[in-house]
């Protein structure tokens, strides 16, 4: 009864506030030209911004960043060469343009202006009502103009990408002709384009440099890059005759100067110790001319991919290469990224090995942890997001570590074409106790060694577990697990030390399960899906009608099935025991999602562009 | 190499920042006590309050409140009759002390203190950094201490309990000593309980009531209450003979003084026409005395549940009673419930109904939406949130409704013991439109008829799609569906015009499908289930060996088997049309997850504890 006075309609209260916050803009806005003035003066030194990449394939955006933990926030440096009338930087899921979150400077051909925007699912931009990128400077200098701004981390703002650990891919595009609005920006029609990197970098020290180190640069000898857009090129080194054992202590990327937007990643392999010699092959890796043999320099020894600084092992250990046992044949890999297909460009760019003779106190060794390679393993067509996942049991790490345990101190995350996440988790007791590495953008065109913000410890009895998430939304038949570039994998190399005996410690689902599973969908279907033993499982998984109820038992068998584990000295070698019919690692107790921070009050700046003195800008 | 100057370890500053805060604290202490003073000054008018509702049985706590929907908050108003040394007033997900969110009052003897406090999942009581429950004023009045606070709707505090809609559980608790913190209180000892209300009351206008109105009172002939916590109390009422058909347009309750907190919920059904007389029983609805017939007096005419108010009927419609084809007889059921067990109370509370001879434009009716009562709808044992989910289907709607539609204005809620969860969305076109009724704190202990927020308008061809959540962790077997306590349900009676003859729109999974499942489990677990045809869904259900494998692909079974649809005029007649076996409705989109509005700024009071000046309190 006393409801009726309160279901009045009341006045909208929104003209009024608009004028106000109107007045309120003009003020801040006039605030802010005065204050961009001011923060012209400072020149930022170059230690300031560690990380370094460039943005586009022609090097005209290049950017610069520091990580301040403390502050939860990265602080960026863009060195716009040829500014037109405005750029975008930003970062989006996974490089796309549309629901990504936008720094923008854009220019009327008069003035300027700097604010946070963010795309919509259409592509279509908006201002942001928390401007989170933070101008703090605009220089002109002679190489270009400066743009400095900071982010932090998390924003609490849901229009925004949170920056986490692992991959974050970047996304940029350039304003060819002046925009009235940021609204005005047609995103379509951008020249524009995206960047990985792995914009969290850990905050380690870095160990003390023995006296006595030697280096040794693997480059490639003056190759004309390709004029195609992708080209791995492979190249064999040798080391000399009678090379004695020595650590690799730290390594580093030598790019020619001038091709840093081309070369996108380089690995260093060593060769199988079977074979007395290999070719010195100079040439693409999938030319025909590639001598077979080749294949056999799998044993990764160093890694760079693009952003990514030089490679510290921790002080207490080193990465074995020469002497008796191990092969002097080395593999360079080049990826060269040439999207504008430049011609004739020449390079000799490479890894320089930082390696020592006084051996540290422990070999470090490589660890493969995740899923075998087996068909068995099989993610449905048009799925947006399966997961595997692949199990070093307590019964395995039990055999095969040492009492003291082990120490992990890098990671490098590995799938095929259709992996979106990959994470390794340690537990113990059946709780989960810490994440070894995690990368949630994570994309198979990235896949740097990553140093870990800290070392993972791990004692016989831990459980190792490794989950991939996958996405086979353009595909119309099963993907399953195996070598092919259209099969999948779902590996963590992690890189530890003392090394041990223990080169593989993975699984996959039992076959007789998988077989009762074909048996099910047989019956529960009436379909006809043969189950004669002589049909492979592939076979058996491209044959399956893929309705939600197939693709929901799948998941709940992963989920229930014994595994067969691998725990291996070598792809060939199992360690002694009984490794069939496995039961799953039971997990009681799990990690508490993060909790993002939000910035600490005073709190972002308000939703207004912030205008530039950068005088008139012209078309060319 | 730059980054060995970024790990230096800084000094702590915890110590300085606790000195800073306590003499903050301080201050904002010594400013809060001259605000309490003078907020004692202002006496709030009761019809500020209008939603009244005991807490404890004895009626020593007495909770008035408002709802403010443009300050999304809810202002409390709470009586203390006998004020001890304090006493906890909170919510929690289902009204255990254990993770709730409490105001608490609390005196050393000497100085009383209200704070904001969570309790953990121990019951640890901690002051929250964020103080919501906002103090507004303290008032001494004879009848006892009236406390006002506020409480936004959301808090963006995850400690915080989130008010939403649907029944929330209240709980209370009185110290009966002094403490010297909060700290201090151990949440076991104390004398609490738990009261359950719709506290988010919707905000409807009240329609005008004809001038012919006229008043029925259904009430207990002065019956004294049993000295026991439970008794649900029949008594059987007889309308005039020829009494011709009416328009009920509203009820309310009528509760006898004094008698407040042990009437739990009321109501009145219609007995069936088929019968021309009843017994006229007067006793408890369980006792061995009571006539059979009585159970054919279950169409509901008025419900009431404790903290309800007044029920109007849409200005466009009214429930029909009276006149050829209706039963005469009406039973009124009383569930009293009185835990402290006072003997010879006596109570005449029941339904005051109101209705007019004036036909109103349309009769209104009631539709029961959900779940067919078989068995073939089951819940493994064990379970926290399960999920079953009912289908009244496109293809019903499109026979049975109006081209106009039908309107939705009320519902009820209905589950057995092991609901926690229910849910009811509107479908058209595969596109999830509008919520119908929503209870995420569901309890079949509080089963109101609700007044929707806003009128729902269903059309031929749209869906509804009621989904409830179950627990059955207190479990060993299998819960089916069907008519025993012990058994499930799941359903949404709504309330509706105009009037039509579709009674019941509610869906099972297909009996054929099942069978599969009961098949498919038999030979993965190469377990010996009978299968034979002489035994029962539930015994099936009961033999089934509930491991994670099973589980799953019953979800999945419910979540693709194609359904038996009831479309129905009454129980046992349905529309013309194939039923069985018919698809699952497809949802391409669902409705997206409300966001919590954060409290605007100026933001919540600080972490302290505000002083109250109620003088020195004793004990008895």
Chains 1, 2 share one sequence.
Not at 16 to 31: D, G, H, I, Q, W
Not at 249 to 278: K, R, W
Not at 478 to 485: E, K, L, Q, S, Y
Request: charged share 20%.
């Amino acid at each position: 009864r006393m409801q009726s006075s309160r279901s009045k309609p009341c006045s909208c209260p929104s003209l009024k506030l608009r004028e106000v916050a109107s007045m309120y803009f003009t003020m801040v806005a006039a605030f802010l030209v005065i204050l961009v003035v001011a923060l012209q003066g400072s020149v930022p030194r170059e230690s300031d911004f560690p990380y370094k990449v460039p943005l586009d394939p022609q090097g005209l955006l290049e950017l610069s960043w520091n990580v301040s933990y403390p502050e939860q926030a990265v602080h960026f440096q863009l060195l716009v060469r040829e500014l037109r009338f405005g750029l975008l930087f930003g970062m989006s899921d996974r490089g796309e343009f549309e629901n990504a979150d936008l720094a923008v400077l854009w220019s009327d051909g008069h003035n300027s202006y700097f604010g946070d925007a963010w795309s919509d699912a259409k592509g279509q931009l908006h201002l942001d009502s928390q401007q989170d990128y933070q101008l703090l400077g605009a220089r002109r200098a002679p190489e270009g103009l400066y743009l400095l701004f900071r982010r932090p981390f998390s924003t609490c703002d849901p229009k925004d990408y949170l920056i986490e650990d692992g991959t974050v891919h970047l996304i940029y595009g350039i304003l060819e002709k002046p925009v009235h609005s940021l609204q005005a920006i047609n995103i379509s029609a951008l020249h524009g384009g995206l960047q990985r990197v792995q914009l969290l970098k850990p905050n380690i020290s870095i160990p003390e440099l023995p006296s006595d180190m030697k280096t040794m640069e693997i480059t490639a000898p003056d190759v004309v890059i390709p004029s195609q857009e992708t080209t791995y090129w492979c190249y064999v080194a040798e080391l000399p005759a009678g090379f004695p054992k020595h650590h690799i202590i730290m390594y580093e990327p030598v790019v020619t100067a001038g091709n840093e937007a081309l070369v996108h990643h380089m690995e260093v392999f060593q060769c199988a110790a079977e074979f007395d010699s290999f070719p010195h092959y100079n040439g693409p890796c999938d030319s025909k001319m590639k001598p077979d043999r080749l294949n056999y320099c799998r044993h990764v020894l160093a890694a760079w991919a693009m952003g990514a600084q030089a490679f510290y092992y921790p002080e207490e250990a080193g990465l074995a290469f020469g002497g008796p046992g191990s092969s002097r044949y080395l593999r360079l890999e080049i990826h060269y990224h040439n999207p504008l297909v430049f011609k004739g460009r020449r390079d000799s760019s490479g890894i320089r090995l930082y390696y020592t003779a006084t051996l540290r106190p422990y070999d470090a060794g490589i660890m493969e942890l995740g899923l075998v390679y087996t068909p068995v393993m099989a993610i449905p067509p048009g799925e947006d997001n399966f997961i595997l996942t692949g199990y070093c049991t307590d019964k395995c790490t039990q055999l095969a570590l040492p009492a003291a345990g082990i120490r992990i101190f890098a990671s490098q995350l590995h799938t095929h074409l259709a992996g979106r996440k990959v994470v390794t988790v340690l537990s113990r007791d059946g709780r989960e106790r810490q994440v070894v590495n995690a990368d949630g953008h994570y994309s198979p065109h990235f896949q740097e060694i990553r140093m870990l913000k800290e070392v993972v410890a791990v004692f016989p009895g831990d459980e190792l577990i490794t989950t991939c998430t996958y996405n086979t939304e353009d595909r119309s038949r099963a993907t399953v697990g195996g070598f092919g570039i259209l099969e999948e994998m779902c590996v963590n190399y992690v890189h530890y030390y003392p090394q041990t005996q223990l080169e593989l410690c993975k699984s996959a689902v039992d076959p007789g399960y998988l077989h009762r599973y074909f048996n099910l969908v047989n019956r529960f279907n009436d379909e006809e899906i043969c189950m004669c033993p002589q049909v492979s499982v592939p076979q058996q998984f491209y044959s399956i009608p893929w309705n939600t109820f197939n693709r929901d038992v799948l998941k709940s068998l992963y989920a229930f099935a014994p595994i067969s584990v691998h725990c291996n000295k070598s792809s060939a070698v199992r360690f002694p025991g009984e490794w069939e019919k496995q039961p799953l690692p039971s997990i009681t107790e799990r990690l508490p999602e993060p909790v993002p921070h939000c910035p600490p009050a005073p709190g972002p700046q308000p939703a207004v562009p912030v205008p530039l003195k950068l005088g008139e800008l012209r078309r060319d």
